[in-house]
């Protein structure tokens, strides 16, 4: 069974939308879906007083409707009773500002008595729904991230670091604090990062970001074996989420959930918006090695910058079913129907504020004939012969002040490298340094990709270096390899981690203002980012052109063992990286999903399925990889078919 269906939220509705609701469930063919994810002050209105009439009420109705229910524990959202009585459960901020309700997420994960009132709720709900018919995963929280600079925070993080550095020599050494007389001569004197009077020690700021990840995983892990010891029988997740603001370091977290669930909003109108769902996806299918599920988008909505943009005719079904032919086990969304009021009353909804008689409502039920028909063949895995590396650390050590650029962007730097290789039409995978395993990972791929990898461990440098020896293609961006994994800079020149894999050594940084460039000697412009770079042992295949650097390597090939490694100093333009890097991909020998396609169709295998999407205006001629059939509507394929503007056909081979 595929998943389809959204955030669900009876109790902002009387039972009569209730009845309607499961009905328009049942006609879109909606087979899941999260419910009370925002519900603790309906299940407990004051302090240990439940009301589950409602709750068992809904989920009986349901069941009998044939939907299946991801139960959520309400935790993201502790009700204003709980302000009132633990004053001290509530985040407060980096400048010393204690947060109040009457938003959500408004809680401190290391408060005792907000894990207290978690792990009762919690309790509560396995032990009522444990064994509900309709039960079929367990949604704990929402989102985690919520961060917290409070004192209990501060007791919190000083156990973690006593755990972490052992003593506080070595903590003193880790963070460099010989610099700026921040030397400790006790645990009790070590603060979460607060507002002070310049830049703060970034190696403090980096094991407060580890910290709160940690700590936010703890609080996961506890409500998740309570669940599974009230039903082993039922999965648990959480809804992980792609975001700046994200305090949660993903790559960790996935081997603690049973499914990895991702929330996942594109935010481009134009045709980035594609790459952004195709970008999405793959990260969440590295975060799961496999199968995953798309837990929330929006129905019919991006948010771009200052504006609700509606999707086009076709786009939601476009988009719900890149994140499907890209590993998803179907398609939820926020939500299932558009509330009258409360903070996001505009946000989209597979039931509008207009109704069913709408037309996002009639596409989600053309989506969902779509998912039941693919559901039997949708399960193969998606292969991929190349990877990107996605590091959450080397992210947090880029986003401080006192770095060499103020415009140095650890997504985006990832997004470029995916985005380039996902316009040549190349399956990309995500690699994650640091995670368990990562070295066995490497082997399954012929080309990796380190955009701004700034910290790495010597063993993780080792597998980079062995996989190259081994016959790999590597290819390093700028920024990588920089620093140890306390974010102390490695010594002798960058990227002090890879020199030697790399046969270069980097005297100089030389970051570029934005809007200028610098020529390369074939012709390409670097953009913001240039540096002195000295060969040792690799070969120069492009060359700085302008500045002072005129004639330096710019572009570096290094053979090591059976390998290749790629040094690519400059910041590039899309077009010109493309290039580089189809130049490698081929060296490879690893080859497009379908090669020859419009540029406006966008081709992913998964399993015996191949999705051709066309996001383009005009019909598209693809050719077919052999004879099969249109597994959305059963007519037979052969030589080459003509995928609609805006639509999706998918083949399924003999
Ligand atoms: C998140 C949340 C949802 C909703 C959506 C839309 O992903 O989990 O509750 O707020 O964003 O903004």
Request: hydrophobic share 45%; aromatic share 10%; glycine share 10%.
């Amino acid at each position: 069974m595929l998943f389809f269906g959204g955030d669900y939220n009876p109790e902002q509705w009387s039972e009569e939308v209730w009845a309607e609701d499961v009905a328009l469930m049942r006609q879109a063919g909606v087979t899941m879906v999260s419910l009370g994810v925002f519900a603790w002050s309906h299940l407990e209105p004051e302090e240990g007083r439940f009301e589950f009439g409602w709750l068992d009420r809904i989920m009986d109705r349901l069941h009998e409707g044939g939907i299946r229910v991801a139960l959520a524990t309400p935790t993201a959202s502790p009700p204003p009773w709980f302000t009132l009585a633990h004053p001290e459960g509530l985040p407060v901020t980096a400048d010393g500002v204690r947060l109040t309700h009457g938003s959500r997420d408004t809680y401190c994960v290391s408060a005792p008595a907000y894990r207290a009132a978690a792990r009762r709720i919690a309790t509560e709900l396995a032990g009522r729904y444990a064994r509900h018919p309709a039960l079929a995963l367990w949604h704990v929280h929402n989102e985690y991230g919520t961060d917290c600079r409070c004192d209990l925070t501060a007791s919190a993080f000083r156990s973690w670091l006593q755990k972490k550095h052992g003593d506080l020599d070595t903590l003193n050494e880790s963070w460099t604090t010989a610099f700026w007389s921040q030397r400790y001569s006790e645990w009790a004197q070590i603060m979460p990062p607060r507002a002070t009077q310049y830049l703060p020690n970034p190696a403090h700021v980096l094991d407060f970001r580890r910290f709160l990840s940690d700590e936010l995983l703890a609080a996961f892990a506890e409500q998740r074996d309570l669940l599974r010891a009230a039903g082993p029988q039922v999965p648990v997740t959480t809804n992980f989420v792609q975001g700046g603001w994200v305090s949660v370091d993903h790559a960790r977290w996935a081997s603690e959930v049973d499914l990895v669930a991702v929330d996942h909003y594109p935010a481009a109108a134009d045709a980035e918006g594609e790459a952004e769902t195709a970008f999405g996806a793959d990260l969440a299918r590295g975060w799961a090695g496999g199968e995953w599920l798309l837990m929330e988008t929006a129905p019919n909505l991006i948010y771009t910058p200052g504006r609700m943009h509606a999707k086009e005719p076709g786009r939601l079904t476009r988009h719900s079913l890149n994140y499907v032919a890209r590993g998803s086990r179907g398609a939820m969304y926020f939500q299932w129907r558009q509330p009258r009021g409360g903070a996001e009353l505009f946000h989209s909804a597979l039931v509008p504020h207009a109704g069913p008689d709408s037309p996002v409502f009639r596409e989600a039920v053309g989506l969902g004939r779509a998912l039941r028909t693919l559901a039997p063949y949708a399960g193969g895995p998606v292969d991929a012969r190349v990877a990107v590396s996605w590091d959450a650390p080397s992210w947090w050590a880029l986003q401080g002040g006192g770095l060499p650029a103020a415009d140095i962007d650890y997504p985006a730097a990832v997004r470029q490298v995916h985005r380039a290789l996902y316009r040549s039409g190349v399956a990309t995978d995500f690699v994650f340094p640091g995670q368990e395993g990562f070295e066995a990972r490497l082997a399954a791929y012929r080309v990796v990709f380190l955009p701004h990898l700034f910290l790495v461990s010597d063993e993780d440098a080792a597998a980079l270096r062995d996989f190259v020896a081994g016959g790999g293609h590597l290819v390093v961006g700028h920024l990588s390899g920089i620093a140890d994994l306390a974010g102390r800079i490695r010594l002798g020149g960058y990227p002090g981690a890879f020199r030697d894999v790399l046969g270069v050594r980097v005297v100089e940084w030389r970051p570029l203002a934005p809007g200028t460039t610098i020529a390369l000697d074939n012709g390409d412009q670097g953009i913001r980012w240039s540096e002195r770079v000295e060969t040792a042992g690799a070969e120069t295949v492009v060359r700085y052109a302008g500045d002072v650097l005129a004639g330096a390597p710019a572009i570096t090939r290094n053979r090591l063992g059976d390998g290749v490694a790629w040094y690519v100093s400059p910041g590039l333009g899309d077009d010109d990286l493309r290039r580089l890097l189809d130049r490698v991909t081929a060296e490879a020998g690893v080859a497009p999903v379908l090669p020859g396609l419009p540029p406006e169709v966008e081709a992913v295998r998964r399993g015996d399925l191949l999705f051709l999407f066309n996001h383009g205006a005009t019909p598209e001629i693809v050719p077919l990889p052999g004879p099969g059939t249109d597994a959305l509507t059963g007519r037979a394929l052969s030589g080459a078919v003509t995928v609609q503007p805006g639509g999706v056909t998918v083949w399924r081979g003999e």
